[in-house]
């Protein structure tokens, strides 16, 4: 069975720039029709941060973060990114990676997914 594994958070201040990888453990991410990074934030629901749909190839952002965070794919190493850049405090949160094998009816919407990783922790000081 394939394991997402996150990785990369931490703290950060104001401004700053994380990258969070998802490595695919156990199998491959070819495997997986959509995949995206979830977060949630102390006292609040999770929600979806950015996705990526391999059947087109197209990403979606949140509006909170686009312009910002940047979804990537790395077939060869296996592993997908989240580039965050221009970091606020705001963006404190667990941060999770997801993935799963059907398109569904869209890659921003957590309800498609059926594989998800432990989540790492974004601190972002002021």
């Known amino acids: 069975q394939v394991q997402l594994v996150e990785s990369g958070g931490g703290l950060v201040q104001a401004g700053g720039s994380l990258r969070l990888s998802c490595a695919a453990s156990g199998g491959t991410l070819g495997h997986y029709a959509i995949i995206g990074w979830f977060r949630r934030a102390p006292g609040k629901e999770r929600e979806a941060v950015a996705c990526i749909d391999r059947t087109d190839r197209s990403t979606l952002y949140a509006d909170s973060v686009r312009g910002r965070f940047t979804i990537s794919v790395d077939n060869h190493e296996n592993t997908v990114y989240l580039q965050m850049n221009s970091l606020k405090p705001e963006d404190t949160a667990v941060y999770y990676c997801?993935?799963?094998?059907?398109?569904?009816?869209?890659?921003?919407?957590?309800?498609?997914?059926?594989?998800w990783g432990q989540g790492t922790q974004v601190t972002v000081s002021s």
């Open positions: 997801a993935a799963d094998t059907l398109e569904g009816y869209g890659c921003i919407l957590e309800f498609e997914y059926g594989s």
